[in-house]
């Protein structure tokens, strides 16, 4: 499946990172968490229901776009799938990492794993369940920040995937009203990416960095952006028509490997926000996702890119 469909991440539903969902918080019965299991164990509240995963768990494989995640919060990963294997930005701990897929299940019987981590659409969950404690998500169910706190949860990390959140969210606010202070609060900001020779712009929830601008700083969106984004979070478009989506500033995602050259055309250079300079590129491999490492990651661009320091 093409991973412009994830999201994400993006997310595919895992695609290069879903739908736009805002941070609400989900009805009560659907919030999965943790009740204390054995010494041993816990139990975690799933979308499936109660599953016994380990208290303390040493080998971990995930196979959607988790990875992130478990590794910001401490714990051991030996298995990742080759989306994750892709990101530049994961060599410094997945660098060791076995690549994995969820068709090759015999690989990872080999791993050992204690636990197993993905989204709800990948295959063989059943002989997953044989191997290891397996959870799955549906992606977009609750809201990105939220999925942070309920891998953490998974993990018996939930203190520190909390913590975890609310200074994020402190940073990233703080960061939209200097970034609105410096910019304009009309401003708007656009997210565009070349993929597999079509042109893309983001909602406010398939990675990219979109739930940031979107949802925590508070930036603009372009009016025609949230109106073609409303339905499945992205829309694709043909070069000829980019103005019109084009923001006052606008954050690249590129592949030095993609169909780039509608940024050679008359019609891309002749947008205000690359006339001005306004235009902030990033790689593809790395901020598609929305994972809390990631995260982390995107939110320091942004605040570099506008507003010049860290």
Same mark, same amino acid.
Not at 63 to 81: I, Y
Not at 234 to 261: H, M, Q, W
């Given at each position: 499946?093409?991973?412009?469909?994830?999201?994400?991440?993006?997310?595919?539903?895992?695609?290069?990172? #879903?739908?736009?969902?805002?941070?609400?918080?989900?009805?009560?019965?659907?919030?999965?968490?943790? *009740?204390?299991?054995? =010494?041993?164990?816990?139990?975690?509240?799933?979308? &499936?229901?109660?599953?016994?995963?380990?208290? /303390?768990?040493? +080998?971990?494989?995930?196979?959607?776009?988790? @990875?992130?995640?478990?590794?910001?919060?401490?714990?051991?990963?030996?298995?990742?799938?080759?989306?994750?294997?892709?990101?530049?930005?994961?060599?410094?701990?997945?660098?060791?990492? &076995?690549?994995?897929?969820?068709?090759?299940?015999?690989?990872?019987?080999?791993?050992?794993?204690?636990?197993?981590?993905?989204?709800?659409?990948?295959? /063989?969950?059943?002989?997953?369940?044989?191997?290891?404690?397996?959870?799955?998500?549906?992606?977009?169910?609750?809201? %990105?920040?939220?999925?942070?706190?309920?891998?953490?949860?998974?993990?018996?990390?939930?203190?520190?995937?909390?913590?975890?959140?609310?200074?994020?969210?402190? +940073?990233? !606010? !703080?960061?939209?009203?200097?970034?609105?202070?410096?910019?304009?609060?009309? =401003?708007?900001? =656009?997210?565009?990416? &070349?993929?597999?020779?079509?042109?893309?712009?983001?909602?406010?929830?398939?990675? +990219?960095?979109?739930?940031?601008? %979107?949802?925590?700083?508070?930036?603009?969106?372009?009016?025609?952006?949230?109106?073609?984004?409303?339905?499945?979070? %992205? %829309? @694709?478009?043909? #070069?000829?028509?980019?103005?019109?989506?084009?923001?006052?500033?606008?954050?690249?995602?590129? =592949?030095?490997?993609?169909? /780039?050259?509608?940024?050679?055309?008359?019609?891309?250079?002749?947008?205000?926000?690359?006339?001005?300079?306004?235009?902030?590129?990033?790689?593809?491999? *790395?901020?598609?996702?929305?994972?809390?490492?990631?995260?982390? /990651? !995107?939110?320091?661009?942004?605040?570099?890119?506008?507003?010049?320091?860290?």
């Amino acid at each position: 499946m093409k991973k412009i469909l994830l999201p994400a991440l993006l997310l595919i539903v895992l695609a290069l990172a #879903a739908c736009g969902n805002k941070q609400e918080e989900p009805a009560k019965e659907d919030t999965p968490s943790k *009740e204390q299991g054995t =010494s041993d164990t816990i139990t975690y509240q799933s979308e &499936e229901g109660p599953v016994e995963v380990p208290a /303390n768990p040493q +080998r971990v494989v995930v196979l959607s776009s988790f @990875a992130g995640t478990v590794h910001e919060f401490g714990v051991n990963l030996v298995g990742a799938e080759s989306w994750s294997k892709d990101n530049p930005s994961f060599d410094s701990f997945l660098k060791d990492v &076995e690549e994995v897929s969820d068709e090759n299940i015999e690989k990872i019987i080999e791993l050992e794993p204690d636990l197993i981590i993905g989204l709800n659409t990948i295959k /063989n969950i059943d002989k997953l369940k044989e191997i290891a404690p397996t959870v799955t998500y549906t992606y977009g169910k609750v809201d %990105y920040l939220t999925q942070q706190i309920e891998i953490g949860k998974l993990l018996n990390k939930e203190k520190e995937a909390t913590e975890w959140v609310d200074a994020f969210k402190a +940073r990233a !606010q !703080q960061a939209g009203e200097d970034i609105k202070a410096k910019i304009g609060k009309d =401003s708007t900001v =656009s997210v565009i990416e &070349e993929f597999d020779k079509q042109i893309y712009v983001f909602g406010d929830n398939w990675g +990219r960095g979109t739930e940031i601008l %979107y949802q925590e700083m508070k930036l603009a969106m372009p009016e025609k952006v949230k109106e073609m984004t409303k339905k499945d979070g %992205y %829309y @694709a478009l043909s #070069a000829e028509v980019l103005p019109e989506f084009a923001g006052d500033y606008i954050i690249l995602s590129k =592949s030095d490997t993609g169909d /780039n050259s509608f940024l050679e055309t008359e019609t891309y250079k002749n947008i205000p926000a690359v006339k001005n300079d306004q235009v902030y590129q990033v790689n593809t491999a *790395e901020f598609s996702f929305n994972d809390a490492y990631t995260l982390d /990651n !995107q939110l320091d661009f942004f605040i570099k890119s506008f507003l010049g320091t860290k």
